[in-house]
C-alpha cells in the first residue's frame, strides 16, 4: 500500500491550500482517513480524521479553518483556509486497514507560513 501527499508549499498567512492523499494498493477493508502534522523536534499529532462514512474530527486549534474530505474510499484532502505562521509543520496523511488494523502512511508534504 502507498500513500501519494501533494499540495504542500508556501502561503503567506491567512492565505489557502489543499491537501491531498491518494492510497493506491490492497487494503482489505478501508476505514479511517487522516492528516497529522509534525513540527520540527517534536511528535506528530493528529490533525483530522474522517471516518469511512465521512464523519470528521477536528484538532481545536483548526477547527473552523480546516475542513477535511473523501473523495473516495482511497482519497482524502485537507482544504486549509486562514492560514497561522503556527500551522507550518510537515503533513502526513494516513489510511487505516480495519480487518488487519494496520496503519499506512504518506511521505508528508511541508506547509510554510510565512510573509
Known amino acids: 500500500v502507498q500513500l501519494q501527499a501533494s499540495g504542500g508549499g508556501l502561503v503567506q498567512p491567512g492565505g489557502s491550500l489543499r491537501l491531498s492523499c491518494a492510497a493506491s494498493?490492497?487494503?482489505?477493508?478501508?476505514?479511517?482517513m487522516a492528516w497529522y502534522r509534525q513540527f520540527p523536534g517534536k511528535q506528530r499529532e493528529l490533525v483530522a480524521s474522517?471516518?469511512?462514512?465521512?464523519?470528521a474530527t477536528y484538532v481545536d486549534s483548526v477547527k473552523g479553518r480546516f475542513t477535511i474530505s473523501r473523495e473516495s474510499a482511497k482519497t482524502v484532502s485537507l482544504q486549509m483556509n486562514s492560514l497561522k505562521l503556527e500551522d507550518t509543520a510537515v503533513y502526513y496523511c494516513n489510511v487505516r486497514d480495519r480487518q488487519t488494523r494496520s496503519v499506512y502512511w504518506g511521505q508528508g508534504t511541508q506547509v510554510t507560513v510565512s510573509s
Open positions: 474522517i471516518t469511512s462514512g465521512g464523519r
Open positions: 494498493g490492497s487494503i482489505l477493508s478501508v476505514g479511517d
